[in-house]
């Protein structure tokens, strides 16, 4: 009998044993197919997307907020459309300081907090307000090295008698693990964006354009979207340089990135094609439209007071618009594309300048 007791008792620990590895494989398969997702683009605002409902689901949680750097040089962390779920008040600026001792904290630490256990850790911090107003349930910090790539806020958790409202120490170990996933996923797309970044008008490379534009052209296909494709060229460039000197002209030119940017939507694209050439691709975008935003962009320009040294500077635009639609065109590279466009910019020129051509 008592040999029998043994091997029940045995029996029991070892199928607690199997359950418990059970689990543990089951959370690493779970992370690897994570992580594989987050790794498969390089796209920020599909990047940022993906963390979010990947960690309100994971996590079960109602809301979350994610505080990241703009950049690689960056001195404080934003929260800009990076959240879901999370009321804000409009009268707070949501950002933490590169310096703040929250940031110095988590790098400290290096683990996930309440935000009563931050409070207690940093009672007069100012910072910690601005994090409190969210209403998180948890802090999770993005940790890659000795950098700090991200703060992320969890909010309430869904209720359920399946899911309690504090985390256990084998889910807050998990999330912590899935934030290192994603600080080494921010990471890379932050090291992309500035390679294929010009760093003087931050506008993309030409490489970046046509790879997203070959892209894009692809998904049209297959779901029978029209794009289309603006080529610029800013008019006599070269007497602006000749006359007030190149410091000017990067003036000239980065202002005039500034106004395309702020006329394109955040799915569009704009790229430094070469010297003063900019190309810009609308996304979904028939003729009609993208004529339409490229003459409000030159006349946003030819209206603009480009002011340099006590200086006025009359600055105009060149442009030609092409369009793919796969009923009339075919199928195209972006190369063809963009050559379309190219060709409508020369009848522009040859019309006087400072007007937009289109090539159907």
């Not at 990241?68 to 779920?85: C, I, Q």
């Not at 804000?88 to 590169?98: G, K």
């Not at 910690?128 to 993005?142: A, C």
Request: charge should be negative; aromatic fraction near 10%; charged fraction near 25%.
């Amino acid at each position: 009998m008592t040999f029998m007791y043994d091997s029940v008792v045995e029996t029991e620990e070892t199928e607690d044993l199997l359950r418990k590895y059970k689990d543990e494989i089951d959370d690493l398969n779970s992370l690897m197919t994570i992580s594989c997702s987050l790794c498969s683009t390089l796209d920020y605002s599909v990047l940022m997307e993906s963390m979010l409902y990947t960690f309100m689901y994971q996590a079960k949680i109602l809301g979350v907020a994610l505080f990241v750097l703009d950049t690689l040089d960056a001195d404080v962390y934003k929260l800009g459309m990076n959240y879901s779920g999370m009321e804000l008040d409009h009268d707070i600026d949501y950002v933490i300081p590169e310096n703040s001792p929250i940031v110095q904290l988590l790098l400290q630490n290096k683990t996930v907090m309440t935000i009563e256990e931050l409070r207690k850790c940093l009672p007069d911090c100012p910072d910690v307000t601005v994090l409190e107003s969210l209403k998180p349930t948890l802090i999770v910090p993005f940790l890659l090295k000795n950098n700090l790539n991200g703060i992320l806020l969890l909010g309430d958790r869904i209720g359920g008698i399946d899911i309690p409202s504090c985390y256990s120490a084998k889910e807050k170990k998990y999330l912590k693990t899935l934030a290192t996933f994603c600080a080494v996923s921010l990471n890379n797309v932050a090291l992309v964006d500035r390679a294929s970044t010009d760093m003087m008008t931050h506008l993309r490379s030409k490489y970046f354009f046509f790879s997203r534009l070959n892209d894009e052209l692809n998904l049209a296909v297959a779901q029978n979207m029209k794009l289309s494709v603006i080529m610029y060229d800013i008019d006599y460039f070269k007497s602006v340089n000749d006359r007030y000197g190149h410091s000017c002209g990067d003036f000239v030119l980065t202002t005039v990135a500034e106004i395309i940017l702020a006329n394109i939507r955040s799915k569009d694209l704009a790229c430094r094609y070469g010297g003063e050439e900019i190309t810009v691709m609308l996304y979904n975008t028939d003729l009609s439209e993208a004529v339409l935003v490229a003459e409000r962009i030159r006349k946003r320009i030819e209206e603009y007071d480009f002011f340099y040294k006590n200086q006025h500077i009359s600055v105009t635009i060149s442009g030609g618009v092409s369009v793919f639609d796969v009923e009339k065109t075919g199928v195209l590279t972006g190369k063809q594309l963009v050559d379309y466009a190219d060709a409508a910019l020369y009848r522009s020129k040859t019309k006087g300048r400072n007007c937009i051509e289109y090539t159907e």
